[in-house]
Structures are given as structure tokens and as C-alpha cells.
T-cell receptor, first 115, second 112 residues
């Protein structure tokens, strides 16, 4: 079974540019999460999809961030325009059900560097 | 708001010693607690998941305990090996929102 796949693995852009990160969850997993870790901080929740619907987007930092999950399969996270403080590692995770018994499977992360 | 603290931030031990990693959390209304391992440049690998009703979980050389009322969990790694060198993260899942709150991690170095 393929795991959670994220790309690009590393993106370097200049302030003001746009970046789109993609996450392919495990096939059949309805739940998809985005988390991020900025320098020196803990990993923080960004948002949660159930299929194609946003269940919880309370962690999205501002309206420069847009997440989509068309068709309930892969998801994209777009940052436009990127700022210096957006630099960090963006993790995607998926699970089959919303349940505390389900372990979230994390991807390797997409490292974003904004210069 | 859930706050998760991990102590120590870094740990260096000679091979063969037992490791003790601590995690504390402020809100006891949790669904479960997970311990993850992260290697440099890699994703998060789930090591152990303890449901809120459980007291401990074991997997091989790893044992994790949970005291929900006092907001504490401890990860024990027996007979450490250089391959155990990594960052270990503790995360609690909220009982109402299913969101994970992470600690900052403990970076472990096991010296050969």
C-alpha cells in the first residue's frame, strides 16, 4: 500500500511569489489533514478535509492560504503571495475514519523556503 | 487550548542505556496520545498510540505509559541502539475536535 505522498519535497521561492503544495493521501482515506512546522515551533494543525469538504479550517493562518480537495482525492495547499514567515515544513496526513482509534499516516512533508 | 511540553529537548546517551522521554499536556480531555519518530528529512512515523482509557502500550523495546488525570506520558526505550537516534514527538488528540496537538520533540542521540 502506497503511503501519503507529498510534493514537492522542497520548494524555494521569493517573497511575493505563489507556491502550490500537493498531497496524495492513502487510497480510500476520507480524512486528510494539513499540518505545518515553522522554524523553532511545534507542529501545528492547519485544516481537515472529510472527502472534499472542509471539516475544520481553524488553523489556517490567513487568507493567503487556500486548500482544496476536489473530488475527495488529492489535496493542494496554495500560498499566495508567500511571506517570509511562511517558511517551514508542511505535512499532510490521512486516515480512514474520524476516530481516535485510527492512526494518522503522515507524509514526508514539503519544505518551503521563502527568501 | 491544549499545550504539550516535552522534556528534555535533547538527550545523548551511550549505546545500551535505557531512554526515558517525558511528555505533559494541560487539557486531560483527550481521545488518545501518540508517540512519533521523525528522522531528518523524513515524515512522522507513528510508534505507539494509547487510547484515553488505556494506561500503557508496548511494542518491542518501546513502552509508553499514560496518566490522563495528571496529564503525563512517558516513552521508555530499552537498551538503546544508534539506530534509535531521531527526534521523538508526543501528540495528543482532542476528544471533541480530533486535532493533534504536538510537543516540540526530544532529539535523541545514541552514541556507539
Amino acid at each position: 500500500e502506497a503511503g501519503v505522498t507529498q510534493f514537492p519535497s522542497h520548494s524555494v521561492i521569493e517573497k511575493g511569489q505563489t507556491v502550490t503544495l500537493r498531497c496524495d493521501p492513502i487510497s480510500g482515506h476520507d480524512n486528510l489533514y494539513w499540518y505545518r512546522r515553522v522554524m523553532g515551533k511545534e507542529i501545528k494543525f492547519l485544516l481537515h478535509f472529510v472527502k472534499e469538504s472542509k471539516q475544520d479550517e481553524s488553523g489556517m493562518p490567513n487568507n493567503r492560504f487556500l486548500a482544496e480537495r476536489t473530488g475527495g482525492t488529492y489535496s493542494t495547499l496554495k500560498v499566495q503571495p508567500a511571506e517570509l514567515e511562511d517558511s517551514g515544513v508542511y505535512f499532510c496526513a490521512s486516515s480512514q475514519h474520524i476516530s481516535g482509534a485510527n492512526v494518522l499516516t503522515f507524509g514526508a512533508g514539503s519544505r518551503l523556503t521563502v527568501l | 487550548k491544549q499545550e504539550v511540553t516535552q522534556i528534555p529537548a535533547a538527550l545523548s546517551v551511550p549505546e545500551g542505556e535505557n531512554l526515558v522521554l517525558n511528555c505533559s499536556f494541560t487539557d486531560s480531555a483527550i481521545y488518545n496520545l501518540q508517540w512519533f519518530r521523525q528522522d531528518p528529512g523524513k515524515g512522522l512515523t507513528s510508534l505507539l498510540l494509547i487510547q484515553s482509557s488505556q494506561r500503557e502500550q508496548t511494542s518491542g523495546r518501546l513502552n509508553a505509559s499514560l496518566d490522563k488525570s495528571s496529564g503525563r506520558s512517558t516513552l521508555y526505550i530499552a537498551a538503546s541502539q544508534p539506530g534509535d537516534s531521531a527526534t521523538y514527538l508526543c501528540a495528543v488528540m482532542g476528544s471533541s475536535d480530533y486535532k493533534l496537538s504536538f510537543g516540540a520533540g526530544t532529539t535523541v542521540t545514541v552514541r556507539a
